[in-house]
């Protein structure tokens, strides 16, 4: 993400078992709430300069993260599994919230075009995570979500999830960010 909020998400899948890895990339507008917490957790982890993993290898191992700072002449980038550092963990929870959210859309593109039977499922474990504010930034995903709201070949409860979904992105009645 930049400094005006532009975020980029990308991730490698296998759509199936025994396909190749494909590489998926989303562009989208971060919050300004979103963007300005990032920002603010970055100064207070130090934009990640010092140590920044626990040290404890007592700890499960829940993925490498990464975090990059760079600003003008300021680079630093921290690998970590488990963080002491409250920034860091706020960011990590967030960062695993966007994405979280990002490979829905993903997720929900592929079934649209391939498994239309497969959206609904999809759609309502989507909006049970969005009200549990487990997902951040949905409206990163409000172009997939309007394509199958604007598709009349899907059920009628299939697009009314995902207006509802729009709607809780955009802040609208009915709806929250």
Same mark, same amino acid.
């Given at each position: !993400?930049?400094? #005006?909020? #532009?975020?980029?998400?990308?991730?490698?899948?296998?759509?199936? /078992?025994?396909?190749?890895?494909?590489?998926?990339? %989303?562009?989208?507008? %971060?919050?300004?709430?979103?963007?300005? *917490?990032?920002?603010?957790?970055?100064?207070?982890?130090?934009?990640?300069?010092?140590?920044?993993?626990?040290?404890?290898?007592?700890?499960?191992?829940?993925?490498?993260?990464?975090?990059?700072?760079?600003?003008?002449? *300021?680079?630093?980038?921290?690998?970590?599994?488990?963080?002491? =550092?409250?920034?860091?963990?706020?960011?990590?929870?967030?960062?695993?919230?966007?994405?979280?959210?990002?490979?829905?859309?993903?997720?929900?593109?592929?079934? #649209?075009?391939?498994?239309? =039977?497969?959206?609904? /499922?999809?759609?309502?474990? %989507?909006?049970?995570?969005?009200?549990?504010?487990? =997902?951040?930034?949905?409206?990163?995903?409000?172009?997939?979500?309007?394509?199958?709201?604007?598709?009349?070949?899907?059920?009628?409860?299939?697009?009314?999830?995902?207006?509802?979904?729009?709607? !809780?992105?955009?802040?609208?009645?009915?709806?929250?960010?």
């Amino acid at each position: !993400m930049d400094a #005006h909020g #532009h975020a980029t998400y990308e991730c490698a899948v296998k759509t199936e /078992e025994d396909s190749d890895e494909q590489t998926y990339r %989303m562009e989208f507008e %971060m919050t300004a709430a979103n963007r300005d *917490r990032i920002f603010e957790w970055a100064k207070e982890a130090k934009y990640f300069s010092g140590t920044v993993d626990s040290g404890n290898r007592k700890l499960a191992f829940t993925g490498a993260k990464i975090l990059s700072y760079q600003d003008g002449p *300021r680079t630093a980038t921290a690998r970590y599994n488990y963080s002491n =550092l409250e920034p860091v963990r706020q960011l990590t929870t967030l960062f695993q919230n966007v994405a979280g959210t990002l490979d829905y859309g993903r997720r929900l593109t592929y079934y #649209h075009r391939y498994q239309k =039977l497969a959206l609904d /499922e999809e759609l309502k474990r %989507m909006q049970e995570q969005a009200k549990n504010n487990e =997902l951040s930034e949905i409206q990163g995903v409000a172009p997939v979500l309007q394509g199958i709201l604007e598709d009349s070949s899907v059920i009628n409860v299939v697009r009314a999830r995902a207006r509802e979904l729009i709607q !809780m992105a955009s802040g609208t009645p009915g709806g929250r960010q």
